[in-house]
């Protein structure tokens, strides 16, 4: 009995394996080329803004640009006591801390209930939190100015905080309120049968399985309020600034100071570094919540 026939079919499937695994090499190859470009044109940014703010003057401005150059720290310290950049990140450190905690103190009661239990008008709530995401925040400044001026409550970290927490609460409100759905409500039924009260289970059930959800939601809300210039530009003078607000006191008609405007864009930068480095395995978690059932 001929074999020609089977040696031919097994020629054939191996020229076709081996044409699969070249067209998966090629598609890793432009995958891993793909990522690179992206890694590279996220981070690039970065890497020039903290290089700029370690480089004199002169480096700063030179054509081409300089690569090797001595570091200074003239920019930072220039940055924290000449323009006061380190009063500025003190008041931002307390005013998106305190707008983050409140957020999640009261969004998260307000996730549970919306997710766990039936009531009237549950649906024109939800739609009022989702909707205040809405609003432009141009259209508000202007009312928002008129009522803290009234209130006498300008220049002040309250007034802010109190902003800042109208528009990270629907933020909070609308994470948790999907990943408290995505807890078996089992699990509630079993542990009232077990005696516990309702405040019982949202407290020792519910809210450790919903961690992922409430962390992500707890660096929105502190970005959001971190990063907020337009705000506290209007309703801040002197004693309440931010570091965005900060950040601007470099324009000039003169001359643009770059080693310093990197300098305090890195300080500004680096508590959010910090603060995504601290907490990016809940992130990683959270962001992913649904993805796998």
Same mark, same amino acid.
């Given at each position: 009995?001929?074999?020609a026939?089977?040696?031919?079919?097994?020629?054939?499937?191996?020229?076709?394996?081996?044409?699969?695994?070249?067209?998966r090499?090629?598609?890793?190859?432009?995958?891993?080329v793909?990522?690179?470009?992206?890694?590279?044109?996220?981070?690039?940014?970065?890497?020039?803004?903290?290089?700029?703010?370690?480089?004199s003057?002169?480096?700063?401005?030179?054509?081409?640009?300089?690569?090797? &150059?001595?570091?200074?720290?003239s920019?930072?310290?220039?940055?924290?006591f000449?323009?006061e950049? /380190?009063?500025?990140?003190?008041? @931002?450190?307390?005013?998106?801390?305190?707008?983050?905690?409140?957020? %999640?103190?009261?969004?998260?009661?307000?996730?549970?209930?919306?997710?766990?239990?039936?009531?009237?008008?549950?649906?024109d709530?939800?739609?009022?939190?989702? @909707?205040?995401?809405?609003?432009? +925040?141009?259209?508000?400044?202007?009312? &928002?100015?008129?009522?803290?001026?009234?209130?006498?409550?300008? #220049?002040?970290?309250?007034?802010?905080?109190?902003?800042y927490?109208?528009f990270?609460?629907? %933020?909070?409100?609308? =994470?948790?309120? #999907?990943? &408290?759905r995505?807890? +078996?409500?089992e699990? #509630?039924?079993?542990?009232?049968?077990?005696?516990?009260? +309702?405040?019982?289970?949202?407290?020792? =059930?519910?809210?450790?399985?919903a961690? +992922?959800?409430?962390?992500?939601?707890?660096?929105?809300?502190?970005?959001?309020?971190?990063?907020?210039?337009?705000?506290?530009?209007?309703?801040?003078?002197?004693?309440?600034?931010?570091?965005?607000?900060?950040?601007?006191?470099?324009?000039?008609?003169?001359?643009?100071?770059?080693?310093? %405007?990197?300098?305090? /864009?890195?300080? =500004?930068?680096?508590?959010?570094?910090? &603060?995504?480095?601290?907490?990016s395995?809940?992130?990683?978690?959270?962001?992913?919540?649904?993805?796998?059932?």
């Amino acid at each position: 009995m001929s074999t020609a026939p089977l040696q031919a079919s097994n020629d054939g499937a191996s020229k076709r394996a081996k044409r699969a695994r070249a067209a998966r090499r090629r598609t890793t190859g432009w995958h891993f080329v793909g990522l690179l470009v992206v890694f590279l044109s996220s981070v690039f940014p970065f890497y020039w803004m903290v290089t700029t703010s370690l480089k004199s003057q002169a480096d700063a401005l030179a054509y081409p640009p300089v690569w090797l &150059f001595k570091p200074t720290l003239s920019h930072y310290s220039a940055a924290l006591f000449t323009h006061e950049v /380190g009063g500025s990140l003190v008041n @931002s450190l307390i005013i998106a801390s305190s707008t983050t905690l409140l957020a %999640i103190l009261l969004g998260t009661p307000a996730a549970y209930a919306l997710a766990r239990y039936e009531f009237r008008g549950k649906e024109d709530l939800w739609f009022w939190f989702i @909707s205040n995401r809405m609003v432009s +925040p141009v259209v508000l400044a202007v009312p &928002f100015f008129l009522i803290a001026t009234k209130l006498d409550l300008v #220049d002040t970290h309250i007034v802010l905080i109190l902003l800042y927490l109208t528009f990270s609460l629907p %933020i909070v409100v609308w =994470i948790c309120t #999907d990943q &408290f759905r995505n807890i +078996p409500v089992e699990l #509630d039924e079993a542990a009232r049968l077990d005696g516990a009260s +309702p405040w019982r289970v949202f407290w020792r =059930i519910n809210l450790p399985l919903a961690m +992922p959800g409430i962390v992500v939601s707890a660096i929105f809300a502190f970005i959001f309020s971190w990063n907020d210039l337009l705000y506290a530009l209007v309703l801040t003078r002197t004693e309440a600034i931010t570091s965005p607000v900060a950040a601007t006191s470099y324009m000039s008609g003169y001359e643009l100071p770059w080693g310093e %405007i990197m300098a305090t /864009g890195t300080l =500004i930068v680096l508590p959010m570094v910090v &603060f995504a480095l601290a907490v990016s395995g809940r992130l990683v978690q959270g962001l992913t919540m649904g993805a796998v059932k």
